[in-house]
């Protein structure tokens, strides 16, 4: 098994997209195409099942993708230790959600695209289970989660800041300005919300689950926030998400507390070695985490 062909294989496991991979190898698609028939051939396994346009892995390639993941990390190893110190280069798969990508990253994607331009990040927008998940089978090198567990099985993990929430409505909604708001309040009004699975919408519908109140889905934060600036409902939101529009009175935050709290963390494999260019991305989230909560 040559290791160019491990990479290929990895690269298509990873994305689940012959197209895709090939772009972002550099490669053309009939030359990812070759390699893995070649892997699959030197295996004399099916490593994929084509479903029409789409792709997964068999069995052996489920089998195959650990050891390939260990074996393009020891090549990364051996290399750096042969080399000695040198500019940080390599690629980060990195599975994060919206509301970090958005509000806390862009400090750190900055830093890495003007000061590491070798090191090649790839931003992968999943959420918890589905971020924890592709942790665990290899697919992310690392994963920002926003969670009110901080400990997750198989995983190691830090936490990088706790993630105030803040209810949000148009300053002329009937319950800005009120105090001492219950759950029943709330349960009343027209509720806002970011897709399933995202962890402050899970958590406040379950607190408000006594009611059954309706969500109206509008999928992303951004869309979130124009419908309750423009009166349509109210909505829990990190608060560094509307910091911006509480400034400047286009949203108002309302008396009500969420009875839950938030962690942003940064995971990865528990056991995974570390390359240089990965442990210095998770010093640099650190570093840049802790001055935006100065």
């Known amino acids: 098994m040559e290791l160019r062909l491990l990479v290929t294989f990895e690269k298509v496991a990873a994305v689940l997209s012959f197209t895709r991979a090939a772009a972002e190898l550099?490669?053309?698609?009939?030359?990812?195409?070759?390699?893995?028939?070649?892997?699959?051939?030197?295996?004399?396994?099916?490593?994929?099942?084509?479903?029409?346009?789409?792709?997964?892995?068999?069995e052996a390639g489920e089998r195959l993708l650990p050891y390939a993941r260990r074996i393009i990390e020891l090549d990364a190893e051996a290399r750096a230790a042969v080399t000695g110190p040198d500019e940080p280069a390599g690629t980060i798969a990195v599975g994060t959600m919206e509301s970090l990508t958005s509000y806390r990253l862009p400090p750190l994607l900055e830093l890495f695209h003007h000061r590491y331009p070798k090191v090649r990040l790839t931003l992968r927008p999943t959420l918890g289970d589905e971020t924890r998940q592709a942790l665990l089978r290899g697919t992310y090198d690392l994963g920002f989660l926003m969670e009110r567990e901080t400990e997750h099985a198989g995983l190691e993990s830090e936490v990088l800041a706790q993630e105030p929430?803040?209810?949000?409505?148009?300053?002329?909604?009937?319950?800005?300005?009120?105090?001492?708001?219950?759950?029943?309040?709330?349960?009343?009004?027209?509720?806002?919300?970011?897709?399933?699975?995202?962890?402050?919408?899970?958590?406040?519908?379950?607190?408000?689950?006594?009611?059954?109140?309706?969500?109206?889905?509008?999928?992303?934060?951004?869309?979130?926030?124009?419908?309750?600036?423009?009166?349509?409902?109210?909505?829990?939101?990190?608060?560094?998400?509307?910091?911006?529009?509480?400034?400047?009175?286009?949203?108002?935050?309302?008396?009500?507390?969420?009875?839950?709290?938030?962690?942003?963390?940064?995971?990865?494999?528990?056991?995974?070695?570390?390359?240089?260019?990965?442990?210095?991305?998770?010093?640099?989230?650190?570093?840049?985490?802790?001055?935006?909560?100065?």
Request: charged share 20%; glycine share 8%.
């Open 26 to 58: 550099k490669y053309a698609q009939s030359s990812v195409t070759g390699q893995i028939r070649s892997l699959e051939s030197s295996l004399g396994v099916e490593l994929f099942e084509r479903l029409g346009s789409r792709i997964r892995l068999t």
């Open 165 to 294: 929430l803040v209810l949000v409505a148009a300053p002329g909604h009937p319950l800005a300005g009120r105090t001492g708001l219950t759950n029943a309040d709330l349960a009343a009004a027209a509720l806002v919300g970011t897709e399933p699975g995202c962890p402050y919408r899970d958590l406040f519908e379950d607190e408000l689950r006594e009611w059954t109140p309706p969500f109206m889905e509008f999928g992303t934060i951004e869309a979130s926030k124009r419908a309750v600036a423009s009166g349509l409902g109210i909505a829990l939101l990190p608060r560094i998400a509307v910091c911006e529009e509480l400034a400047s009175g286009a949203l108002a935050a309302l008396d009500w507390a969420a009875p839950f709290t938030l962690f942003t963390q940064i995971a990865w494999r528990r056991g995974k070695q570390l390359p240089e260019h990965v442990r210095l991305f998770v010093e640099q989230a650190r570093r840049l985490v802790s001055e935006q909560q100065g």
